[in-house]
C-alpha cells in the first residue's frame, strides 16, 4: 500500500485470455424489497441462509451480515494463477477456528445448475488478531449463533452462474425471471460489469440511460490497483471489493468500500473516480426509488 502521490493514478488495465464481450454490462430490472431474516446458528453459513430465504420463498436476493460469531470461517483472497491460464485467481484457502467473527460481509443469492449459490466478500477477525478480508467460502464455514441479516429480497430477475468467453471464469450475470413479471413496479436494477472500464463512469452511465438521478448501490467485485480518496492506492493488479456505502445522488456517486488485495493488502475508504478499473467483475443492485 503506497501513497498515492507515489504511484501514478492512470486507470489500469488487466488483459484476460478470451475475447471481449461486444457488450460491457448486463442489467435487469427488478422489484427488491428489505427485511431482517435470522440466520440459524450450528449450519454452515451457506445451509443458513439457503434455509432462511426458503422460509419466505425468497429466492434471490442480496444480504448484509453483521457481527456473526463463526465456530469456523473459510475464505481466499485475490492471488495469481500458477498455470497462466487466467489473469487473476485466488490464494490458498485460509482456515480459522473459534473464535472467529465476521464483522461485515456482503452476499448475493443467485443459482448455480438450478442450486443455490453464494458469492461473499467480507471482513473478519479471528480473536485479537488483524483484521482480515477477501473472499469467504460459505459452503466450508460454520456459523456458532443464530445472527439477524439484512435482506433485501430481489424479484423478477436472479443472478445465474454462466461460463464467461472473456474472462474464461464462471460468473454471476443477470437474467430475467421467467415466472415473476415485476416489471411495471420495479425500483431496482440487477447489474454486472466487464473488465477494463472505470467503476464510476460505468454505473453513472448506466443509470443515466436508465433514467435513474439517485440509488443506492450495493454489491462486490474486483478493482485493479484500488484507489481511494484519501491517497493511498493498493500495489495489486487483482483486489476484491465490498461496496460499505453506494449513493448515487443528482447524478454524483460515493463508493465507500473495503478493499484487498494479494498478499492481504487492505484497505477502506471512498473509492477515487477515474483510476478504479474493474477486474474480472463487479455484480451490483441499484435500488432507486
Request: proline share 4%; hydrophobic share 35%.
Amino acid at each position: 500500500m503506497i501513497p498515492l502521490s507515489n504511484r501514478s493514478t492512470k486507470a489500469g488495465a488487466i488483459h484476460h485470455p478470451g475475447t471481449p464481450a461486444r457488450h460491457r454490462y448486463q442489467a435487469q430490472r427488478c422489484y427488491t424489497k428489505e427485511r431482517d431474516i435470522t440466520l440459524e446458528g450450528g449450519q454452515t453459513l451457506h445451509d443458513a441462509i439457503v434455509h432462511a430465504l426458503e422460509k419466505y420463498g425468497i429466492t434471490a436476493a442480496y444480504l448484509t451480515i453483521n457481527d456473526a460469531a463463526m465456530e469456523s470461517l473459510h475464505f481466499v483472497m485475490p492471488g495469481n494463477d500458477p498455470s497462466g491460464a487466467h489473469a487473476a485467481w485466488y490464494s490458498d484457502t485460509y482456515r480459522l477456528s473459534s473464535p472467529a467473527r465476521i464483522l461485515t460481509a456482503g452476499a448475493h443469492v443467485g443459482l448455480r445448475d438450478g442450486e443455490p449459490f453464494l458469492h461473499c466478500h467480507g471482513i473478519w477477525q479471528h480473536g485479537r488478531e488483524p483484521i482480515m478480508a477477501g473472499h469467504l467460502l460459505a459452503p466450508d464455514s460454520l456459523l456458532a449463533t443464530d445472527v439477524t441479516a439484512s435482506c433485501i429480497a430481489i424479484e423478477g430477475a436472479h443472478l445465474v452462474v454462466t461460463p464467461d468467453e472473456e474472462t474464461r471464469f464462471s460468473l454471476f450475470a443477470p437474467y430475467a425471471n421467467t415466472n415473476d413479471s415485476t416489471s411495471s413496479k420495479a425500483n431496482a436494477i440487477l447489474l454486472t460489469l466487464r473488465p477494463n472500464q472505470d467503476i464510476h463512469e460505468a454505473i453513472t452511465s448506466i443509470a443515466k440511460r436508465h433514467e435513474i438521478p439517485s440509488a443506492q448501490i450495493l454489491g462486490i467485485g474486483s478493482l485493479i490497483n484500488t484507489c481511494f480518496t484519501d491517497g493511498i492506492q493498493l500495489e495489486s493488479h487483482a483486489n476484491e471489493i465490498l461496496i460499505l456505502d453506494g449513493r448515487l445522488e443528482s447524478g454524483r456517486l460515493s463508493l465507500q468500500a473495503l478493499s484487498v488485495g494479494i498478499g492481504g493488502e487492505q484497505h477502506q475508504g471512498e473509492l477515487a473516480s477515474g483510476c478504479n478499473t474493474i477486474c474480472v467483475t463487479c455484480e451490483l443492485l441499484l435500488r432507486f426509488s
